[in-house]
């Protein structure tokens, strides 16, 4: 009988058989990792060995006119937490970051002290830092978020660190594994308040615009410019980032420079704001304000030859430094709570009544039209009763207008055109504007094309975001709004700059302008070069021109004349503006609006049942060869004869008198 293999040799070939899958296996198994996954794991070891840092590049400096620094970039010290270095156990992390917390919020030790004050050669600042993340456990979490993710990529602790805690933490970090002290590039802004509403300043990117900025080349973590030139020339200033391939060890701690590539500085910006005389116009406004017990007030002074904006005053103001390296919750908060509202540059994003500022373009319009001529007079007796349209010879039923004077109970008389921008009447333009009985009238719709063309009902394209356009009403936009028909009152307020009407100081000191210079709206320029690191000319911004006027000569020659009256005329409303060797052409503004100041529910109104007034005034000078335009808006002010008139001249008066001032000397003469 035959038998088998033997039984030890069965187990050894079983065994043979077991190692011959096992190598097998082992053998796929590499091959799935040299081959199949060896990229991805050869990635993820150099992500590990080697850190990319970017290397941010220097942003370009903002400077005046006269080349004074008003942006510039200075280091702040951060507090970093890096997650991948920290203790992997979370109590080991806690006690890192709680002893981190500790040292950012002691008083710094004297030896720490004297080193800032050595490094520094002055004493360091006394303003705590900017901690993001009061408790440990708040900081954790975060880490351990990021830990799901980029667990190279460091969550800020605290900004804002006083150079004398810096140097303390960067004598600790061998003791603070997974903390890092980074000299992070900020803003600082020399003038601050003064000039912050032009320059304004940067922050984090939005949450709803990240994938928009990343798409551009942006980081997640890059401050942006928000408000401002910074904002608006945010391509010409942030320059090109560099950055470093760095090998780091476990601990995450620099080993090597693997390659560098060094960023490219942004370009700088020159504006045609003059800081001393910004300064000098603040302090004449501010003094002003107060005198008048208003709390907001805004003054421009452009070049009615180029379009170039010279002064721009805006209060209340704020300090853009506030934002520069974090503003606190709760300053941040009394910003926006603050009534008069800060934060608004209100010169180009505050829209108001703009009153008898607004004549120009009534007058403008009739004349152009053949509505009425240089001779056309109008008796004006104080008081308009405008029949009503549907029971003409019922006096009950006709509407009651009424001239500024009549509440002084005087009257206007026979009047022309220039007569009545010389006393600004307000009966002359409700006629010439919207007619009277047999008396056809401007027409709104003529009324609304007319003010366009100067400007107003449309933003300027000044380089500043934020710009208002205000508005220019029409039937159209009235059936919209309030479902009613446009009337012949709607039409009276129009042409006095009041009912629907709204404007921007801009707007209005823009008018003045092309009315000065014979009739080219420019659009008014912030911006006069921009240059490179080395202050090499990149661009020069020459004037540019919205549209010529569609007025002729004579018309604006006519309402100039009635400009020059009210300032010299025997009964001139701006005659206080009057300036020794300097002939100023002007028109003031008092604008009633609707409004509760003081929070009781009511409209506000003084004892005579009046609303309460802006205060404006516009003018150019000098008449015959004019140089600048001036617009000057009191928020409640009262009277513009009263309140905005003396501002204005003061204004001129250190603008033309000072020669350091004046982009180029012109004659100052007066005359006709």
């Not at 003396?646 to 008198?657: G, H, M, Q, S």
């Amino acid at each position: 009988m035959e038998q088998g293999p033997p039984r030890g040799n069965a187990r050894l070939y079983v065994l043979w058989t077991a190692m011959l899958a096992a190598f097998l296996l082992l053998v796929f198994q590499l091959g799935q990792l040299q081959l199949g996954k060896g990229r991805a794991y050869l990635s993820r070891s150099r992500e590990n060995a080697v850190r990319v840092v970017p290397l941010p590049a220097p942003r370009g400096i903002i400077y005046d006119r006269k080349h004074r620094i008003l942006a510039r970039n200075r280091a702040v010290f951060q507090v970093q937490l890096i997650p991948e270095a920290l203790p992997e156990e979370k109590e080991e992390g806690l006690k890192v970051i709680s002893r981190t917390l500790s040292i950012l919020t002691s008083p710094p030790t004297p030896v720490a002290w004297e080193m800032a004050q050595t490094v520094t050669n002055t004493l360091p600042s006394e303003e705590g830092p900017l901690i993001l993340y009061p408790s440990a456990e708040e900081a954790w979490s975060k880490v351990a978020q990021e830990r799901m993710g980029a667990a190279y990529r460091p969550v800020l602790l605290a900004t804002k660190v006083p150079r004398s805690v810096a140097l303390m933490l960067e004598e600790l970090l061998p003791q603070l594994p997974g903390v890092r002290v980074f000299p992070f590039p900020t803003r600082e802004y020399p003038t601050g308040a003064l000039t912050s509403h032009i320059v304004g300043y940067m922050g984090p990117i939005p949450p709803s615009q990240v994938n928009e900025y990343q798409s551009r080349g942006y980081r997640p973590d890059q401050q942006i410019g928000l408000v401002g030139v910074e904002a608006s020339y945010e391509d010409v200033l942030r320059g090109v980032d560099g950055e470093q391939q760095l090998v780091v060890d476990v601990r995450g701690k620099v080993v090597r420079v693997l390659e560098e590539r060094p960023p490219v500085p942004g370009n700088s910006l020159i504006l045609t704001i003059d800081t001393d005389l910004q300064q000098k116009v603040e302090d004449i406004l501010r003094r002003h304000l107060k005198a008048a017990g208003a709390h907001s007030g805004v003054v421009i002074l452009e070049d009615v030859r180029t379009g170039a904006i010279l002064s721009m005053v805006s209060l209340p103001t704020f300090d853009n430094n506030w934002f520069a390296t974090g503003i606190s919750p709760e300053k941040y908060a009394a910003l926006l709570q603050d009534p008069w509202h800060p934060l608004v540059n209100h010169a180009i994003s505050g829209i108001y009544p703009p009153g008898s500022t607004f004549k120009m373009v009534t007058a403008a319009g009739a004349l152009e039209e053949g509505v009425i001529t240089p001779r056309t007079r109008f008796l004006t007796q104080g008081v308009l009763w405008l029949p009503n349209k549907y029971f003409p010879n019922d006096p009950t039923q006709a509407q009651r207008f009424v001239c500024w004077i009549h509440k002084y109970g005087g009257r206007h008389g026979l009047i022309n055109v220039e007569q009545a921008l010389e006393v600004s009447c307000d009966i002359f333009f409700y006629i010439a504007g919207g007619g009277y009985k047999d008396f056809k009238g401007l027409g709104n719709e003529a009324l609304a094309y007319y003010a366009h063309q100067f400007g107003y009902g449309e933003k300027s394209g000044i380089a500043l975001p934020g710009e208002h356009s205000g508005l220019i009403p029409t039937t159209r936009w009235k059936r919209l709004n309030y479902a009613e028909s446009w009337t012949t009152g709607d039409t009276y307020n129009m042409a006095i700059g009041q009912g629907f009407v709204l404007a921007t100081p801009l707007q209005v000191v823009n008018a003045t302008a092309a009315i000065a210079n014979g009739g080219t709206l420019y659009r008014p320029k912030i911006v006069y070069q921009i240059v490179d690191g080395d202050g090499h000319l990149v661009e020069d911004f020459q004037p540019e021109v919205i549209r010529t006027l569609p007025v002729s000569k004579q018309t604006l020659n006519v309402v100039r004349r009635g400009m020059y009256l009210a300032v010299y005329g025997p009964r001139g409303t701006a005659r206080s503006v009057a300036l020794p060797g300097v002939t100023i052409a002007g028109k003031t503004g008092t604008a009633e609006f609707a409004a509760d100041l003081d929070g009781d529910g009511q409209i506000d109104r003084d004892e005579k049942g009046n609303l309460p007034t802006h205060a404006w005034f516009t003018a150019f000078a000098p008449y015959n060869n004019p140089e600048v335009a001036i617009v000057v808006f009191v928020f409640g002010g009262g009277e513009g004869s009263a309140v905005a008139v003396p501002i204005a001249r003061e204004v001129l008066a250190t603008y033309f008198y000072n020669p350091a001032f004046r982009i180029h000397q012109a004659s100052s003469e007066g005359g006709d």
